[in-house]
């Protein structure tokens, strides 16, 4: 708590429910702590500014990409540090709790594309949200790692649809400046009791190949 900013703690005062507060300062503060280890400064300093969507960002560190997801009783941060000489890299994650959900056939027939409703099982399937928020998750992924949140509409494009591989993401109308990928991440291997009595799905969205990037245990 003690290396939040007032801002942050104020945010975290207006979510409605105590345990939405309780994920909060504890997510926030874990990536204060970690963000300051590649920064080389006290967490407490670190300066957050903020797109024109609203994505943070760190002004006194432009190399540094992060990106904070969280679902559940889990949060996921992303971190990559571009070199001297590259250009920035562009990185997004996202995290879902795996649930039930009745409106996912309607939500898949909005915003996926024919190629990914094509890759979901049958709806009365067992595995159905569990494929469905594995798909979702690549697709947030993408607008995370752009900054633009679903500003980019959804159907725009396609995400790869064999959940095993990494891939590009193909565009159907504009295309952005950067060529992106995207991976899946196995996040309840990481998980220890009592949280792996839940499923997660996760995954991440780079302007870099994902196998470039080393992926770490969550910390306590």
């Not at 300093?45 to 024109?52: D, G």
């Not at 000489?85 to 996926?112: K, N, Q």
């Not at 900054?147 to 725009?156: A, D, E, I, M, V």
């Not at 109308?173 to 996760?202: C, H, M, Q, W």
Request: aromatic share 10%.
């Amino acid at each position: 708590m003690s290396v939040l900013s007032s801002e942050e703690r104020q945010r975290a005062q207006r979510l409605a429910f105590p345990h939405l507060r309780r994920h909060f300062l504890a997510a926030h503060g874990a990536m204060r702590r970690i963000l300051a280890e590649y920064a080389q400064c006290p967490p407490a300093a670190l300066r957050f500014a903020a797109s024109s969507y609203g994505k943070p960002f760190l002004p006194d560190c432009p190399r540094l990409a992060f990106n904070l997801s969280h679902s559940g009783e889990v949060a996921l941060l992303g971190v990559a540090q571009g070199s001297g000489s590259g250009s920035p890299i562009a990185l997004g994650v996202d995290i879902e709790l795996c649930r039930p959900g009745t409106d996912f056939p309607s939500i898949s027939a909005r915003y996926f594309s024919a190629a990914e409703q094509a890759s979901l099982p049958d709806p009365q399937a067992e595995d159905y949200s569990c494929q469905f928020m594995r798909l979702w998750t690549r697709k947030e992924a993408v607008t995370k790692c752009l900054g633009t949140g679903l500003r980019t509409p959804l159907s725009h494009f396609t995400v790869p649809c064999d959940l095993a591989k990494s891939a590009q993401v193909i565009w159907h109308r504009e295309t952005p400046s950067a060529t992106l990928f995207v991976r899946e991440l196995d996040i309840n291997s990481y998980l220890g009791a009592p949280l792996n009595k839940d499923v997660y799905a996760s995954s991440l969205c780079a302007s870099v190949p994902p196998e470039d990037i080393c992926f770490f245990p969550p910390r306590p």
